[in-house]
Every structure is written in C-alpha cells, then in structure tokens.
C-alpha cells in the first residue's frame, strides 16, 4: 500500500527504524558490549577493556577462527564449482528434469541441518567412505547446506542473461567451450561473487551439522563459542562472536569490491 502523505511516510519510517534497532542493533550491540566487558552486574557493563578479545585471539579461540576461516572458504569454493556446472548444464535439459534438479538441490535447505549433520555423519563413517574423525567430513557438511544458494544464485542470473550473446558468439563459429569461458563466465562473475559471498557467510556461522560431525581435532569458531557459553564464560564468548562477525564483514567486504570490479568490465 503506497503512503502519500509526509506525516504517513515518517510514520512507516520511524517503525521500521524502531523495528531494525529492536531486532538488529540491539542484540550486535549487547554482545559488542559484554566483549568489552569485565563485569556485568548492573544495566551497563563496568571494566571495559580488551581482555575478553586478548583471550579470543589465543590459544584454542584463535585456531577455532582459523578453522571456521579455512571451511567457510573451501566450502564456499566447492559450493560454487558445483552450483555453477549444475546451474550451466541443466540450463540445456527439459523443463521437467531442471525442476527435479532445483529441487534436489534444495533438499538441505527443507531439513533441519541438525539432520543434515547426521546423515552425513552415518553416510561418511565406514570404508570406503570413511571421513569421520576428519576435517574434510566438516567441510563435506558445510558445502552440502550452503551448495543450494550457489546453486540458485547463479541459475537465477542465467535465467536473466541475454541470449543473444551466445548466438552471436555460436555465428561466428566460436566453440561451446569458448562460449562459455569467454562469454557466459565473464557474464556470470557478478553472481559468481554474490553466491560465494553468501556461501561463506553462510558456513561462518553454521553450527546445527558441525556440531554433528566435528572431530577434536577441526574444531569451527561457533563450536567453541557455543561451548564457552555452556560453560558460562558468557564475556570470551561474546569477544569471539565480535571476531567472528568482523571476519565474516571483512571477507563479504573483499568479495563485495571484487564483484564491483567485475560488474564494471
């Protein structure tokens, strides 16, 4: 429903911004806040400093950092080599097996990931299959739950690219292989960058699977600091959430200005 008035418009304005600040700010805001902290007793947090965050970046913390860093990204990548071969080949199959495909592809996003975690878990824990105990059964459940987005987000920037290019290339006797690393790829980066950015967002802050499947050994950041909380050092987990979050903005932020740059060309 469109508002007219001015008086209308702040209203919906003022709403919103009371909406966002409840359910976004707030929250970011209370954990920022208990990071910094050395006590909490009353309605504002007393001896403000920078120890809760001297503990996250040491020790078992910071490996969890590296950790969640290192799944996020070979997730993120394994998502998107998949996500775009499957987008690109069922583009040329018949409308009944490209929605089987859609839909298979967004089977781990119906489900629980707590579901997800176990089947792959049972799946991957005999020979010859036998990837419990490792890392890479982490990384295995990461790049299943993150696979659909790459997947859609590239499917849904072909559906929106001109076909002509390709006809034109495909005239002029270009080859489907230099059509499509010419042409189609270079098209397609925007997305490209967009799905990778959201995969590794995604697998940042995964917890329901890995919580499943983690060995001792692979041990992601939102693991640890779920376990801080259990243990009741509310400050340490707070101070590595904080990190985490900024890693995460950090990561979008370089895939972001890639994309920028990628859009120009």
């Known amino acids: 429903m469109l508002i007219w008035t001015r008086r209308g418009r702040l209203a919906v304005l003022s709403v919103f911004a009371l909406v966002v600040a409840v359910v976004f700010i707030a929250p970011l805001a209370t954990v920022i806040a208990a990071a910094l902290a050395g006590r909490w007793t009353g309605p504002l947090p007393s001896d403000l400093g920078f120890t809760n965050f001297d503990h996250a970046l040491s020790g078992e913390q910071s490996a969890s950092l590296s950790v969640s860093l290192q799944t996020a990204l070979l997730a993120g990548l394994i998502a998107l080599l998949l996500g775009t071969w499957a987008a690109l080949a069922s583009r040329e199959t018949p409308t009944w097996l490209r929605r089987t495909t859609d839909a298979l592809f967004h089977i781990p996003v119906a489900v629980p990931s707590v579901a997800i975690g176990l089947g792959i878990l049972i799946t991957f824990n005999e020979r010859p299959l036998l990837l419990g105990g490792t890392k890479w059964i982490v990384i295995l459940a990461h790049t299943v739950l993150v696979l659909a987005y790459a997947f859609s ?33 270079p098209l397609l980066l925007p997305a490209l960058g967009a799905a990778a950015g959201l995969a590794i967002a995604l697998s940042m802050g995964e917890l329901g699977a890995t919580i499943m499947v983690y060995p001792a050994t692979w041990k992601t950041l939102p693991v640890s600091i779920f376990a801080a909380t259990d243990r009741g050092e509310v400050f340490d987990a707070a101070a590595s959430t904080t990190l985490l979050v900024l890693v995460t903005l950090i990561a979008l932020v370089i895939l972001g200005r890639l994309r920028g740059k990628a859009a120009l060309r």
């Open 153 to 185: 987000g590239v499917s849904a920037a072909l559906d929106r690219l001109d076909p002509g290019y390709q006809q034109a290339a495909e005239s002029l006797g270009a080859s489907p292989l230099r059509v499509l690393t010419r042409i189609t790829l």
